[in-house]
């Protein structure tokens, strides 16, 4: 048998995250496609400006129950029609409202896209709002939030954003809204806010996936195209302030075997210069299972099986101001409270008074940036970033050149913005868990004034 030689592989080359071509169609609505070879599955996001901060007063939770409706019935045909039409088409159509707007998202075959264009455009050109459906939707959002209440991660965000910003802001209060004020939800409150919000000229619509051979532009024009309304009106957003004075939140849960931690601040969003050391920072911090804090608290002391720290983008605006939220998050056992917090505000002192190591940073970096060519594998993944940035208000590159930011930025730049982010001093802390028995311990820590509410 003879061998051959394997022949010798090619230089790689270098991965970057794609660019999209961008176009605005005549009702105004933008457009955003991206072609990815390969992807048959198209996902389709369109972002509407219509920010949590614009729901009425008392009326928290419309934006959600609005974008709940949008697939329950449109002009041409039922909630049940609806829904059929979409499975013909093998189609998924999901919708959320958070603090920057809307989000609508559609994954389709390609060889199924324009008609799946076409619900998506009834949906958005003619929602029907019928008031069985609203009612409907208003019933399952106020069973949701017992179920949310219950929950010891949710809990601990909802009083994390109650303690940390003014009550007078949207941020204070829960994304989705409260029982009081959804149940003030009415159809004709979401026709209000539909009305005053979603309009083509303030929309922006993201197209992913293997385009070859799709006539993209008539199939807009025949859709999303023939979605008509009024200019978009310019609406400044609120500025965000919050109160990072250390403290802590006991929210009671007696008999609770576990406590549940959340604590932060808010900080500099994408647009601050940053965010690239930031976020390597951070990663390092608690980005990962080898990251300090699981290394101290999980491997070392055994305290949980998890604690994470993060970035995440609250809102920004068209002028560049915004804010993330910097936080810790995780849970211990209800006895070892106090020296599991010992422990992570030693890990925080520690970072400042020495740094992070060059091996710390080097992991991150290939953490960060060597496995995103498999994070953005799908189109719906190349979509949803793309839909982050404009939602933000990030340039379309923006992406690709963070990982070239990441990249380039040394231990040095990635100390200092962590110990900026994350101060031992100026962190909100908010803990669920038995204060009968974590509170005497959390006040010997001195780490912030404590105050126990219940946890109903």
Wanted: include cysteine.
């Amino acid at each position: 048998m003879e061998f051959h030689p394997q022949p010798p592989s090619g230089t790689p080359k270098p991965w970057a995250f794609p660019t999209p071509e961008r176009a605005t169609l005549p009702n105004g609505l933008t457009v955003l496609r991206c072609h990815r070879p390969g992807q048959e599955v198209v996902a389709v996001e369109v972002n509407l400006r219509a920010p949590l901060d614009a729901e009425p007063e008392g009326l928290d939770g419309v934006a959600t129950i609005m974008a709940r409706a949008l697939s329950e019935g449109t002009d041409k045909h039922t909630a049940e029609e609806f829904a059929a039409e979409l499975e013909r088409c093998g189609a998924t159509l999901d919708a959320n409202a958070d603090h920057p707007g809307v989000r609508v998202s559609l994954e389709v075959p390609v060889s199924r896209l324009p008609k799946a264009l076409g619900l998506l455009a009834d949906a958005l050109r003619a929602p029907a709002f019928p008031d069985g459906e609203v009612e409907r939707l208003v019933a399952n959002r106020l069973d949701e939030i017992p179920h949310e209440l219950a929950n010891p991660a949710r809990r601990a965000a909802k009083e994390f954003f109650r303690e940390l910003f003014p009550a007078e802001s949207r941020m204070s209060r829960p994304r989705q809204g409260s029982e009081e004020t959804v149940r003030r939800i009415d159809a004709a409150a979401v026709r209000a806010f539909y009305e005053a919000h979603v309009r083509p000229a303030a929309a922006t619509a993201v197209v992913v996936g293997d385009l070859e051979g799709v006539d993209l532009d008539a199939a807009l024009a025949e859709t999303l195209g023939g979605w008509t309304g009024a200019a978009a009106a310019v609406r400044p957003m609120p500025p965000i302030s919050a109160d990072d004075a250390g403290r802590v939140v006991i929210v009671d849960r007696p008999g609770a075997v576990q406590t549940q931690l959340l604590i932060g601040r808010t900080g500099p969003d994408r647009h601050d210069r940053v965010w690239p050391a930031q976020l390597l920072g951070v990663y390092c911090l608690g980005g990962t299972l080898t990251s300090r804090l699981d290394r101290v608290l999980r491997e070392e002391k055994g305290y949980t099986y998890g604690v994470r720290a993060f970035g995440q983008v609250l809102r920004s605006a068209e002028d560049g101001s915004g804010a993330a939220m910097l936080a810790i998050s995780g849970s211990v056992a209800t006895d070892v409270t106090g020296p599991a917090l010992a422990d992570l505000w030693q890990v925080l002192r520690k970072l400042a008074a020495e740094g992070l190591t060059d091996e710390e940073r080097d992991v991150a970096v290939r953490n960060l940036v060597g496995v995103a060519p498999l994070r953005y594998e799908t189109a719906a993944a190349v979509a949803g970033t793309l839909a982050d940035q404009v939602e933000e208000y990030l340039p379309d590159d923006y992406q690709a050149r963070l990982y070239t930011q990441l990249a380039e930025t040394g231990t040095v730049e990635a100390t200092a913005a962590v110990v900026s982010a994350l101060p031992a001093d100026r962190l909100v802390t908010v803990l669920v868990g038995d204060a009968a028995q974590i509170a005497d311990p959390v006040r010997e820590l001195g780490i912030g004034e404590v105050k126990v509410v219940s946890g109903s």
